[in-house]
């Protein structure tokens, strides 16, 4: 596939990813052509182009919804990628722009992103995937993951979280391309969006030093001595788009918050300690955390023993519902073994870049209130979609069906988030049909590709591509 083919793809999809939030968003009456209630980003932008940073004069020392107070003004907490992202749509559009559909955007460019990876994992005989596959599970990630109520509605929190895992994304596809100077900035990125997530940075680390020759056997025994050292040209890619984003955030704090290590959240924490007793990190929210993330499912109410119609709550008080529901191809990772895979190597630091993300995010307070799904597990879900394109067997029937329950679930979750309004057996129902008509197509045109691939017999490998450094090992893994 050429270059322009390859890109006209890449439109296509982000085209009908865009097309069917918007579709989406129309169903639940969401108004595109506004600023959404917590515009945090917006106000930011018009108050740089007033000419100000803060966000307007301030008569109180609390925290008014996410917004801090210093020298008597408020000032958004948030880095600010996003609001930079903003800033030319704003100076063109001023009134009329939206962060609704600019959300939109965002969450289209990701599945774009996603599937680029799982291409480039594919071509490098990184998965056994085919395109289909590959194409199956992009759109399952944007639609049938919490990634679908996170995109529609736009609001200051769940813009940020999607323009962070735009900055995952691009950080995994620039790890498996060995493009590092693109993986730095993706680090960078992170930090200037939701900065606790650049422990996303584990996985081009582990990876660079791997094709430095960190790691590997010699007689037997593992060695740490690398058989090369990083080139200059290697180092500036690595450390300055880090580097630069790095110095743009300090400066900010600075600017803000009268300090370049502070990052306005230190204020947050001491002006409404009542909501943080522990801190904004703390071992305490452990446990209540892991509750949310993995163990909580939709709650049902009666109003009497005889009552034959209880009311199911997906909100479940506003805390939301685990992985497991909104994710249930997430259960796969529990039931069946993974299968062997010809790159264990970059399984293995999948992994260790998915732990290094959760570690925060089992420890951070609030669990993502006010929610319908667990959304601060939203990093991760980068990492477990290749690791579940890693998995040796292909997609079958019981794949599309697990997949099927994400896509219904989160389409009803988005209804009763964005519109706050009881679920409807109507509405149900017709969702029930779309899911199983598109599910009842996936599994026809991945049972025709089944056919096609057995008639053609064994595939024969061809010379793996050579990537950036050293052929073999930059692309199979293999030793």
């Known amino acids: 596939m050429t270059r322009l083919q390859r890109r006209m793809v890449d439109l296509a999809i982000f085209a009908a990813a865009l097309t069917l939030l918007g579709v989406f968003a129309s169903i639940l009456s969401i108004d595109a052509g506004k600023t959404a209630p917590a515009g945090h980003y917006v106000w930011q932008v018009k108050a740089w182009l007033d000419g100000r940073l803060d966000l307007g004069p301030s008569t109180s020392s609390k925290v008014v919804f996410d917004m801090i107070t210093v020298r ?20 063109l559009l001023g009134d009329n722009f939206s962060d609704v559909w600019f959300t ?34 992009t759109f399952v990630f944007g639609f049938g993951t919490i990634v679908l109520w996170l995109s529609i509605g736009g609001q200051v929190w769940f813009t940020g979280q999607l323009m962070s895992v735009t900055g995952i994304l691009l950080v995994l596809h620039s790890s498996v391309c060995r493009r590092w100077w693109l993986a730095s900035l993706g680090v960078g990125m992170i930090a200037l969006t939701r900065t606790t997530e650049v422990m996303i940075a584990v996985v081009p ?26 080139s200059l040209r290697e180092l500036t890619a690595l450390l300055v788009p880090f580097g630069i984003c790095g110095a743009v955030l300090l400066l900010r704090n600075a600017l803000y918050f009268g300090s370049p290590l502070s990052t306005g959240y230190d204020i947050h924490s001491a002006t409404d300690i009542v909501e943080f007793p522990y801190g904004l990190m ?29 009311v199911t709550d997906l909100m ?40 290094a993300l959760f570690v925060p995010i089992i420890m951070f307070q609030a669990a993502g209130w006010y929610q319908v799904g667990a959304r601060y597990l939203l990093p991760i879900y980068p990492t477990l979609f290749l690791l579940l394109a890693m ?27 964005w519109q706050q309004n009881p679920l409807d057996s109507g509405f149900a129902w017709n969702a029930a049909a779309v899911v199983a008509a598109l ?24 010379e793996p591509d050579s990537g950036r450094r050293r052929s073999e090992e930059a692309t199979t893994g293999t030793r």
Not at 205 to 223: F, M
Not at 391 to 413: D, K, T
Request: glycine share 8%; charged share 20%; hydrophobic share 50%.
């Open 104 to 137: 939109w955007g965002v969450a289209a460019l990701n599945t774009v992103l996603l599937f680029r990876i799982l291409e480039a994992m594919r071509v490098r005989r990184l998965t056994r995937r085919t395109a289909l596959e590959n194409l199956v599970l």
């Open 72 to 91: 008597g003004h408020f000032y958004s907490m948030y880095p600010p990628l996003p609001a930079l992202a903003m800033l030319p749509f704003v100076w």
């Open 316 to 355: 479940a008080d506003g805390m939301g519902t685990s992985i497991f529901f909104s994710t249930p191809l997430m259960l796969l990772f529990l039931t069946t073994s993974q299968g062997r895979t010809p790159a264990r190597w970059l399984r293995a630091t999948l992994w260790a870049g998915t732990v």
């Open 391 to 417: 998995r040796a067997g292909r997609i079958g029937p019981r794949w599309v069906f697990l997949a099927g329950l994400g896509v219904f679930s989160n389409i009803l979750m988005a209804r009763v988030f």
């Open 205 to 230: 680390l582990i990876v660079y030093l791997r094709d430095l020759g960190v790691g590997r056997k010699l007689a037997g025994r593992w060695s740490l001595r690398p058989e090369r050292l990083p």
């Open 439 to 462: 599910c009842a197509l996936a599994i026809r045109l991945l049972a025709r590709e089944d056919r096609r691939i057995a008639a053609a017999g064994p595939e024969t490998d061809p």
């Open 282 to 310: 703390s071992w305490h929210y452990i446990w209540p955390n892991f509750v949310i993330d993995f163990l909580r499912f939709p709650e049902f109410h009666y109003k009497g023993v005889n009552d034959a119609h209880p």
